[in-house]
């Protein structure tokens, strides 16, 4: 079955900084990618998704994530964190190809400081 | 559009007790799941249903059953509650089973079993 690894249980940093949260996959064909966030208290929510074509796609609020087949990445970034991105970040791919279910990483806690 | 609702948000059972946990979208959404979220282990997928009629298990359905009588309710029962079944709950529905990855989650239930 393909997986996601997220290497970073919690990140912490600064309102203002750059962001870069890491996923790595194991997919034996082209995959299929996804970055959804999770505020406290709330359910999930797509950010953003990867399906062919463009290596660099945008998201909603200001993130995006790069796609790096020579690396088995597909990192999520954003210039300058706000304290509303707070939240916990999960990683995802489809579980084989052609199946209907969505594997998710562990996910990484996003803290930022003043 | 209430979008994906879940009811109750807390719940607390006794070992053995059963209960369901009601899932309702009112976006007309083919493909609904649910996942159990626990703390260090990200999101895993109980069960599925790629529309009305049509049911199929995922990464951990042992002690849960489902049912999917209408396009927008998908409720999920547990039969006979175990501590190992505290968790936080999320139901969550897609457009349609290509787009199931486009996942539209909802608030979630906290499920304790004492």
């Known amino acids: 079955a393909q997986s996601v690894t997220q290497p970073d249980i919690h990140i912490t940093v600064s309102e203002g900084a750059s962001l870069e949260l890491r996923c790595n996959y194991s997919?034996?064909?082209?995959?299929?990618l996804f970055w959804y966030v999770q505020s406290p208290g709330q359910g999930l929510q797509l950010l953003l998704k990867?399906?062919?074509?463009?290596?660099l796609v945008q998201g909603i609020k200001g993130f995006e994530a790069e796609f790096k087949r020579s690396q088995s990445s597909f990192n999520l970034r954003k210039p300058s964190v706000h304290w509303s991105d707070a939240a916990e970040y999960f990683c995802?791919?489809?579980?084989?190809?052609?199946?209907?279910?969505?594997?998710f990483g562990t996910g990484t806690r996003l803290t930022i400081i003043p | 559009n209430a979008g994906v609702t879940q009811t109750p948000k807390f719940q607390v059972l006794k070992t053995g007790q059963s209960m369901t946990l009601q899932c309702a979208q009112d976006?007309?959404?083919?493909?609904m799941s649910w996942y159990r979220q626990d703390p260090g282990m990200g999101l895993r997928l109980i069960h599925y249903?790629?529309?009305?009629?049509?049911?199929d298990q995922g990464e951990v359905p042992n002690g849960y059953n489902v049912s999917r009588s209408t396009t927008e309710d998908f409720p999920l029962r547990l039969l006979s509650a175990a501590p190992s079944q505290t968790s936080v709950y999320f139901c969550?529905?897609?457009?349609?089973?290509?787009?199931?990855?486009?996942?539209?989650f909802g608030p979630g239930t906290r499920l304790t079993v004492t």
């Open positions: 997919y034996g064909a082209t995959p299929y």
């Open positions: 976006m007309n959404h083919e493909y």
């Open positions: 969550a529905s897609s457009p349609t089973r290509l787009r199931h990855h486009e996942q539209y």
């Open positions: 249903s790629v529309g009305a009629g049509i049911t």
């Open positions: 990867y399906f062919s074509g463009d290596t």
């Open positions: 995802a791919v489809p579980s084989n190809f052609g199946n209907e279910k969505l594997t």
